[in-house]
T-cell receptor, first 115, second 112 residues
Framework: EPEVTQTPSHQVTQMGQEVILRCVPI?????FYWYRQILGQKVEFLVS????????KSEIFDDQFSVERPDGSNFTLKIRSTKLEDSAMYFC?????????????FGPGTRLTVL | QQQVKQSPQSLIVQKGGISIINCAYE??????FPWYQQFPGKGPALLIA?????SEKKEGRFTISFNKSAKQFSLHIMDSQPGDSATYFC???????????FGQGTELSVKP
């Protein structure tokens, strides 16, 4: 069964460093998402992406964040200058359609630890 | 206005019992309400979902009850099993763009 994959599974970085989190969505999906989950808290929407453009972003997704689909398979989240409060589990998701009933399939997540 | 409130935060149920998790929402722009199940080390996975024009949806041991006027919905797990032990998230989905707004999550533990 097709699945969303994410690398790395765990990333440790120093405050102020740039990190790139990578995702390979399900191959025929067209809509891509990033969510994050701070330890012990709920999963929060960061950004949605379709047709090589950001469709929507949350207030969390400030100028330090960017997303890119550099080729036909990868979808990346870049944090330019990490802060302590960026420490969280980051989930990538993809769906075939962008409607409310289109199932979003989540990857296993990347745990980001900012020291 | 975008919040989905979920309770309880944690739940312990004996094997064979009924697990009930409740959610409430404010935003009437949600037009789909999924429940996601998350096992440790895994991402959330869709379990069951309901449209707001339906009052109940059942899939196997899992049932969603939906009360549109009260803006509340709940997940019932019948004959709960130890393998159901996981974190459960309710969510609301906006029609435009499919953005998921999750509840806080419920950690369910089913004791043998």
């Amino acid at each position: 069964e097709p699945e969303v994959t994410q690398t790395p599974s765990h990333q440790v970085t120093q405050m102020g460093q740039e990190v790139i989190l990578r995702c390979v969505p399900i191959s025929n999906h067209l809509y891509f998402y990033w969510y994050r989950q701070i330890l012990g808290q709920k999963v929060e929407f960061l950004v949605s992406f379709y047709n090589n453009e950001i469709s929507e972003k949350s207030e969390i997704f400030d100028d330090q964040f960017s997303v890119e689909r550099p080729d036909g398979s990868n979808f990346t989240l870049k944090i330019r200058s990490t802060k302590l409060e960026d420490s969280a589990m980051y989930f990538c998701a993809s769906s075939a359609g962008g409607g409310s009933t289109d199932t979003q399939y989540f990857g296993p997540g990347t745990r980001l630890t900012v020291l | 206005q975008q919040q989905v409130k979920q309770s309880p935060q944690s739940l312990i149920v004996q094997k064979g019992g009924i697990s009930i998790i409740n959610c409430a929402y404010e935003n009437t722009a949600f037009d789909y309400f999924p429940w996601y199940q998350q096992f440790p080390g895994k991402g959330p996975a869709l379990l069951i979902a309901i449209r707001p024009d339906v009052s109940e949806k059942k899939e196997g041991r899992f049932t969603i009850s939906f009360n549109k006027s009260a803006k509340q919905f709940s997940l019932h797990i019948m004959d709960s099993q130890p393998g159901d032990s996981a974190t459960y998230f309710c969510a609301g989905v906006f029609n435009q763009g499919g953005k998921l707004i999750f509840g806080q999550g419920t950690e369910l533990s089913v004791k043998p």
